[in-house]
């Protein structure tokens, strides 16, 4: 079963191009994604959406010493609630066998 991860976060101002080079670097390290992208939201802000090949997989980057999130870290501006990034993740569903 698949799993997809998303991450939300807003740069702070002028960091965007470091933000979508650093993105790419890690993009480029996960052996276990089946499509990594980083897409435009709104107002400034940005989604990282990874889908996975497995739980397994996902559970390995997650481990990781160096993750997306400590990378951008230092690049996003904090919401409301005090939190640099909003994320989300489950397995996906196979709405094709839902006839």
Not at 20 to 43: H, M, V
Not at 61 to 79: E, G, S, T
Request: some cysteine; proline content about 3%.
């Amino acid at each position: 079963m698949t799993m997809v991860n998303c991450i939300r976060f807003m740069p702070k101002d002028g960091h965007e191009e470091v933000i979508f080079r650093e993105t790419s670097k890690i993009y480029k390290t996960l052996d276990g994604a089946l499509e990594a992208r980083l897409i435009t939201l709104k107002d400034g802000e940005y989604a990282s959406i990874i889908v996975w090949k497995s739980m397994e997989e996902f559970l390995d980057v997650l481990n990781r010493d160096v993750r997306l999130i400590d990378v951008l870290r230092p690049y996003v501006k904090a919401y409301d609630d005090g939190e640099e990034f909003h994320a989300f993740s489950g397995p996906s569903v196979d709405l094709s066998s839902y006839n």
